[in-house]
C-alpha cells in the first residue's frame, strides 16, 4: 500500500512537471492552457516515434492524431446547410447561412484554416464551428478551403490551392447558383491560413483578369515574414505555448522542404546577415525599431548577424519571396489591397508580424482595424467549446465575426 502511494505521488509530480510551464498572468486561463499545450505535446512526441520507428512522416502522423480527435462530418441544421464540394479540383467546405430578409443577395467568405501548412482541417470540429457560426451570424455563404498539406505538396502548392478555389467561387455562374453578391465576397484565415489569405489578397490585387474583386481580407494572427526570427514578440514569448519560436521555425522549414539543419541558424538570423546581399533590402522593409511602436519595442534589441550562413538563402530562395512572406511585399503592391481587418495577441511570437503589416498598409494608404487582444495567446480563436474553451477565444471570435458584419 506504501509503495502504490509513492508510486501514485510520483507519477502526480512527474505530470505536473510535464504540464506545467511558466505563463505571465496576463494570459487568459494559464492553467488551462498549459494542460492544452502539454495535450499538443504529447501527440507531437508521439508523432515524433513514430517518425524515428520509420512508420510514418511525423507531420502525416501528427495530423492524423489531431484529425482523428476532431474531425466532423458535414452536418446541416435548420439555419445553416453544410456541404462537402471540390471548387476545380480542390476539396471544400461550404456553409451556407439563410438570407436577411429583403436580401436575396448574401455576403461571403473564403476562408483559410491555420496548422502551420501542414495540420488541421477544414473538416475538424474547432473550424466547422467557427465556420458555422460565421455563416448564422453573418447570414452568409462561407467557403471553408481544404488545401493540401505538407509533406503531400510544399510551398507554392498551397497558394496555388486556394488561388485556384476562390477564382472559381468568384465565377459569375457559381456566386449565382449560391446566390452570393459578387461586391460582398471576402477572404480571411488564421495563422498560416492568415499567410494564405494575405498571400492571395496580394495576388488578386494585382490580376486584371479577374472580374470580381475581394472587398476586404482579414487576417488573424497571420505568419508573414520568414527573414527576422528575432523581433520583439519572438523574443518576448520564445517558449510561449502553442507555437514556441523553433516549433515555427520547423514549420517554415518543412514549408519550404528544407533542412533542419539550417533551424538553429535561422533561429539565431543568420539567413538574413549583412553578407547576404539579396535579404538586406527586404530586411529594411521590416525594420521593426520603425514600424512598432515604444510600447512593443521596448528594451529589446534587433538582431542583425554581420557574417552568417549564405548557403541558407542559397538552398531556400523561397524564404526571400513575397509569395511566402507577404510581409515583404514591394509598397506599390500593397496599395492596392483592400479594406483589411488584422487581429493579434501578445502572448504570440507572430504578434508583430500582424501589427507591422498592419502599419505598411497603413503607410500604403489601406484603410486598416488592428485588433489587439492583452491576453490572447496563438490559436485562441477557435477555442470556445468545451474542455478547450476560453474566455479570449469567444472574445476574439465575437469581435472578428463583429467587423466582418459591419464591413462586408
Not at 57 to 72: E, P, Q, R
Not at 107 to 113: A, F, G, K, N, Q
Not at 151 to 158: I, L, N, S, W
Not at 342 to 356: N, P, W
Request: glycine share 6%.
Amino acid at each position: 500500500m506504501r509503495s502504490s502511494c509513492v508510486l501514485l505521488a510520483a507519477l502526480v509530480a512527474l505530470a505536473a512537471y510535464y504540464v506545467y510551464i511558466p505563463l505571465p498572468s496576463s494570459v487568459s486561463d494559464p492553467w488551462k492552457l498549459m494542460l492544452l499545450d502539454a495535450t499538443f505535446r504529447g501527440a507531437q512526441q508521439v508523432s515524433n516515434l513514430i517518425h524515428y520507428l520509420g512508420l510514418s512522416h511525423h507531420l502525416i502522423a501528427l495530423n492524423f492524431i489531431i484529425v482523428s480527435f476532431g474531425k466532423k462530418s458535414a452536418w446541416s441544421s435548420a439555419r445553416v446547410k453544410v456541404t462537402d464540394t471540390d471548387f476545380d479540383g480542390v476539396e471544400v467546405r461550404v456553409f451556407e447561412g439563410s438570407p436577411k430578409p429583403g436580401e436575396p443577395l448574401r455576403r461571403s467568405v473564403v476562408y483559410i484554416h491555420g496548422g502551420g501548412w501542414a495540420l488541421a482541417s477544414a473538416k475538424i470540429r474547432y473550424y466547422d464551428e467557427l465556420c458555422t457560426a460565421m455563416a448564422e451570424e453573418l447570414n452568409a455563404v462561407i467557403v471553408s478551403i481544404e488545401y493540401r498539406l505538407v509533406p503531400r505538396v510544399y510551398f507554392p502548392e498551397q497558394i496555388h490551392d486556394v488561388v485556384r478555389a476562390t477564382k472559381y467561387f468568384l465565377q459569375p455562374e457559381v456566386l449565382e447558383k449560391y446566390k452570393v453578391d459578387p461586391g460582398r465576397v471576402g477572404v480571411s484565415g488564421d495563422s498560416a491560413g492568415g499567410n494564405l489569405a494575405a498571400a492571395l489578397g496580394q495576388q488578386f490585387s494585382q490580376d486584371p483578369s479577374l472580374r470580381n474583386k475581394l472587398k476586404l481580407q482579414a487576417l488573424i494572427y497571420p505568419v508573414l515574414q520568414a527573414l527576422d526570427f528575432n523581433t520583439p514578440s519572438y523574443q518576448q514569448n520564445v517558449n510561449t505555448p502553442i507555437l514556441p519560436r523553433y516549433v515555427m521555425v520547423k514549420y517554415w522549414v518543412d514549408y519550404f522542404k528544407g533542412s533542419y539543419d539550417f533551424v538553429q541558424a535561422m533561429i539565431m538570423n543568420n539567413h538574413t546577415s549583412l553578407e547576404v546581399e539579396e535579404a538586406a533590402a527586404l530586411r529594411a522593409r521590416l525594420n521593426w525599431t520603425s514600424l512598432l511602436p515604444a510600447s512593443i519595442t521596448k528594451n529589446y534589441k534587433p538582431v542583425v548577424q554581420t557574417t552568417g550562413n549564405a548557403r541558407i538563402v542559397q538552398e531556400i530562395p523561397q524564404l526571400l519571396d513575397a509569395r511566402s512572406s507577404p510581409l515583404i511585399a514591394d509598397q506599390d503592391e500593397l496599395q492596392h489591397l483592400p479594406k483589411t481587418y488584422i487581429l493579434t495577441c501578445e502572448h504570440d511570437v507572430l504578434r508583430d508580424d500582424g501589427i507591422m503589416y498592419a502599419k505598411r498598409l497603413e503607410s500604403a494608404g489601406v484603410e486598416v482595424t488592428l485588433d489587439h487582444f492583452e491576453d490572447g495567446f496563438h490559436g485562441c480563436m477557435i477555442f470556445t467549446s468545451w474542455p478547450t474553451n476560453f474566455s479570449v477565444g469567444m472574445r476574439t471570435r465575437n469581435s472578428y465575426i463583429k467587423w466582418l458584419d459591419q464591413n462586408l
